[in-house]
T-cell receptor, first 114, second 108 residues
Framework: DAGVTQSPTHLIKTRGQHVTLRCSPI?????VSWYQQVLGQGPQFIFQ???????GRGNFPDRFSARQFPNYSSELNVNALLLGDSALYLC?????????????FGPGTRLTVL | TQLLEQSPQFLSIQEGENLTVYCNSS?????LQWYRQEPGEGPVLLVT?????EVKKLKRLTFQFGDARKDSSLHITAAQPGDTGLYLC????????FGAGTRLTVKP
């Protein structure tokens, strides 16, 4: 079975632009979470979705938004990009929400903002 | 401030050496997880520790959860170049919270 897939793998944008990142969870998984990992740090939680509903939101500005589709895939949108948004964006899926569910991470999308 | 403090931040050793990395906090956790992340990939779960004082072994890796469930350690015996990576501890409270990680390099 395929693992979590993310697209694109790499992306270069300029300040002020908008970006959409995509994630397909493991088949059968209904929960998707998004993380931002800047160089030298651990991943920071952005959003969690379960059954198309937002279950949690980290400490990120409103420029960050996400949604989950009926097939459980997800998009992360970032508006008005800043240089500090340059990071590896990770998507993780789990069978359902909750603190005992193992999350499986995708390879990430490397976003560079110039 | 990081809820989970990991040390050391960087570690470079020769193949065959032993090492221990630490994950500390002032908070009590119901469980902690350890992940390894290799360049260009997402983190991969190694183990979840749940019980205070628990010791889990995964081949040459030994994980320990502190008695008070505030800290954890990862010991690697006879490190190999394939152990190179970023080792992250995390707790899951509906959303995962990670430490900053220990970046391990094992030289052949």
């Amino acid at each position: 079975d395929a693992g979590v897939t993310q697209s694109p793998t790499h992306l270069i944008k300029t300040r002020g632009q908008h970006v959409t990142l995509r994630c397909s969870p493991i088949s059968g998984h209904k929960s998707v979470s998004w993380y931002q990992q800047v160089l030298g740090q651990g991943p920071q939680f952005i959003f969690q979705y379960y059954e198309k509903e937002e279950r949690g939101r980290g400490n990120f500005p409103d420029r960050f938004s996400a949604r989950q589709f009926p097939n459980y895939s997800s998009e992360l949108n970032v508006n008005a990009l800043l240089l500090g948004d340059s990071a590896l964006y990770l998507c993780a899926s789990s069978s359902h929400g909750g603190d005992r569910n193992t999350q499986y991470f995708g390879p990430g999308t490397r976003l560079t903002v110039l | 401030t990081q809820l989970l403090e990991q040390s050391p931040q960087f570690l470079s050793i020769q193949e065959g050496e032993n090492l221990t990395v630490y994950c500390n906090s002032s908070s009590v956790f119901s469980s902690l997880q350890w992940y390894r992340q290799e360049p260009g990939e997402g983190p991969v779960l190694l183990v979840t520790v749940v019980t205070g004082g628990e010791v889990k072994k995964l081949k040459r890796l030994t994980f320990q959860f502190g008695d008070a469930r505030k800290d954890s350690s990862l010991h690697i015996t006879a490190a190999q170049p394939g152990d190179t990576g970023l080792y992250l501890c995390a707790y899951n409270n509906n959303d995962m919270r990670f430490g900053a990680g220990t970046r391990l390099t094992v030289k052949p």
